[in-house]
């Protein structure tokens, strides 16, 4: 099944936290679809890695480092179901 709608979309919701993903919400996904999923997790990492933020303001702060925890753990679930299911990724 492909991708409905844009990937770095799809990723943007998850570091929001709008959308979490999970073993059986990844089943209708082929192994390129993961790879793509997978690029654009980063992708999106990356950007908010490169984002400035004063360290006096502990509420952005915290809220990045949220945003990274959930690309984070997407990461890690997309990479223990492939694995599962012997998906190259």
Not at 13 to 24: K, T, Y
Not at 25 to 31: D, E, I, Q, R, V
Not at 63 to 82: D, G, H, T
């Amino acid at each position: 099944m492909a991708i409905s709608g844009s990937p770095k979309k799809m990723a943007q919701d998850i570091a929001d936290g709008f959308l979490s993903l999970s073993p059986p919400m990844l089943k209708p996904y082929t192994a390129a679809d993961l790879k793509t999923i997978l690029a654009n997790l980063a992708m999106v990492a990356r950007e908010l890695r490169q984002e400035q933020i004063p360290q006096e303001d502990v509420m952005a702060l915290k809220a990045k480092n949220m945003k990274l925890s959930r690309l984070n753990q997407a990461e890690v679930v997309i990479r223990a179901y492939a694995k599962k299911k012997r998906l190259p990724v």
